[in-house]
């Protein structure tokens, strides 16, 4: 597996381009600077066989539907951020507008779910509590782990905002804990960790019991 971090847009987002074989490739939140992003793929001679998206905060969404009219793919969301990612509630002015929709297919991402794209296994853990349709996509057979706004090296997703429960985020970080140590954590801000450092010095995961 091959891993490509674009940070992109006024919050620092990590976009994710993961890859084995040309051309096909899995973008992960592309939040801003389509440019950007497309430029890296047409220079690997790659092609978005699908846009996941960890959650639906306008700093996480808003170049989908641009990259969609430019590298046409289907798009991911869970079901409880689709509700409301591309409405008006999802904005952050002056910084970010209103997020456009995409026009190419959107699925509906169910809980705990198994998908193959662009020839990789990955399984989609449900991870509420930053957003309730907050989710981590674990790559196992490569130990990996995209973990948007939930986790963070030394830090998590604050629970303040419309939807946030700091009650589940716990819960989400619970199931977390108990992936390998050497799971390689990729987050949507921030450096990479992995699991085995974040149950070591992390605040909010040290409580939990685990093994290496």
Known sequence: MLIESLTVGEF??????VWEKLPEAIV????????????????????PAIYLLTHGHCDH??????????MPAPVAIHASDLKWAF???????????????????????????????????YLVLHTPGHTPGSVCFHFPDHDALF????????SVGRTD???GSSRELQSSL?????????????PGHGPNTTILQEKKTNYFMRSLSFTT
């Open 12 to 17: 620092q987002v990590n976009c994710f381009v």
């Open 28 to 47: 992960i939140d592309p939040g801003a600077d389509p440019d950007i992003i497309i430029e890296f793929l047409k220079d690997n001679r790659l092609h």
């Open 61 to 70: 969404v808003s170049a989908v539907a641009d990259m969609c009219r430019q």
């Open 87 to 121: 409405g008006a509630d999802n904005q952050m002015p002056p910084f970010k507008g209103l997020p456009k929709k995409p026009t190419t297919e959107v699925h509906e991402i169910t809980n705990n779910s198994n998908h193959i794209a662009a020839g990789m296994k």
């Open 147 to 154: 973990s948007g706004d939930t986790l963070f090296a030394g």
């Open 161 to 163: 905002l419309q939807g």
């Open 174 to 186: 619970e199931i977390l804990a108990e992936l390998p140590g050497k799971t390689n954590i990729y």
